[in-house]
């Protein structure tokens, strides 16, 4: 079974950067297609980066150049640093393969930021 292990979450003025991990305990990490995805409560997740293992990437409308993902195939884990933060961007992050083709989600991370 694959587990995805969220980190690096926590609380951030407006504005600010935060950088977000993602581990798999998958052998096969290298041929997944992974992404970021956020849930706020009471919403369903949304896409925020998505990284396909052929280097295609791509993110939703909102990030507008504030965020870059990236991946560590040896070290089976995903990368999101965050830029330029707003109040909106609270959210708990998740990542699990792009598209989502049924792993169990992990706990997530939570990012909240204070304007």
């Known amino acids: 079974q694959v587990d995805f292990v969220e980190s690096g979450g926590g609380f951030v003025q407006s504005g600010g950067s935060v950088s977000l991990s993602c581990t798999s305990s998958g052998g096969f990490f290298y041929t997944y297609d992974m992404a970021w995805y956020r849930q706020t409560s009471g919403t369903q997740r949304e896409l925020v980066a998505c990284l396909k293992t052929d280097g295609h990437l791509f993110y939703g409308d909102f990030v507008k150049g504030r965020f870059t993902m990236t991946r560590n195939n040896a070290e089976k884990s995903v990368y999101l640093h965050m830029n330029a933060l707003k109040s909106e961007d609270t959210a708990i992050y998740y990542c699990?393969?792009?598209?989502?083709?049924?792993?169990?989600w992990g706990q997530g991370t939570q990012v909240t930021v204070s304007s």
């Open positions: 699990n393969e792009c598209p989502f083709q049924g792993i169990p």
